[in-house]
T-cell receptor, first 113, second 116 residues
């Protein structure tokens, strides 16, 4: 099942710079996309989401961009901080399937001081 | 801030034994979910639960699995006869029925299940 793909398993960024995490999807029925952050031995923590009727959503240092024609979304973190170092998961759902989340494999972000 | 809690944090069991994983969802949420993540693999949906019944289940959620909301606060996942391949991290999640965040699922810290 490759409906949601995060092709970069890891990313390393300098503190203060921008982190860009990417996610691709194949199912055009998805209408809601979420980013979660996960530390080792903890559960996923909700970060930010976007509805398919929008192309951008911003919350503080976090912005999610959605390109429906390309079936691509990205999470921008600016400025990046060492505390942002974690695994970031992209997930997608649609109202027709009881909102079950389909997940990517995650991208491990390391923000270096 | 309200959060989803799960117990136990770790469970070690022998193959063939029954396990019950417990979750307390956020109190005003009405949708409940179980997911699991086998080490190195994707997080996988197991089951969703609303209005005291299963609303959807995955092909993983076979007859060995069951869910229950025995009272107004707990939500449990039972595995009747565990197999080695059930070893995974199990996450409970809940979401509200209404409001701007109704599509957002909030997750507990997980239960790490090891089947020997």
């Amino acid at each position: 099942d490759q409906q949601v793909k995060q092709n970069s398993p890891s990313l390393s960024v300098q503190e203060g710079r921008i982190s860009i995490l990417n996610c691709d999807y194949t199912n055009s029925m998805f209408d809601y996309f979420l980013w979660y952050k996960k530390y080792p031995a903890e559960g996923p923590t909700f970060l930010i989401s976007i509805s398919s009727i929008k192309d951008k959503n911003e919350d503080g240092r976090f912005t999610v961009f959605l390109n429906k024609s390309a079936k691509h979304l990205s999470l921008h973190i600016v400025p990046s901080q060492p505390g942002d170092s974690a695994v970031y998961f992209c997930a997608a759902s649609n109202a027709g399937n009881n909102r079950k989340l389909i997940w990517g494999l995650g991208t491990s972000l390391a923000v270096n001081p | 801030e309200p959060e989803v809690t799960q117990t136990p944090s770790h469970q070690v069991t022998q193959m063939g034994q029954e396990v019950i994983l417990r979750c307390v969802p956020i109190s005003n949420h009405l949708y409940f979910y179980w997911y699991r993540q086998i080490l190195g693999q994707k997080v996988e949906f197991l089951v969703s639960f609303y209005n005291n019944e299963i609303s959807e289940k995955s092909e993983i959620f076979d007859d060995q699995f069951s869910v229950e909301r025995p009272d107004g606060s707990n939500f449990t996942l039972k595995i009747r006869s565990t197999k080695l391949e059930d070893s995974a991290m199990y996450f409970c999640a809940s979401s509200p029925a209404l409001g701007t965040k109704k599509e957002t699922q909030y997750f507990g810290p997980g239960t790490r299940l090891l089947v020997l």
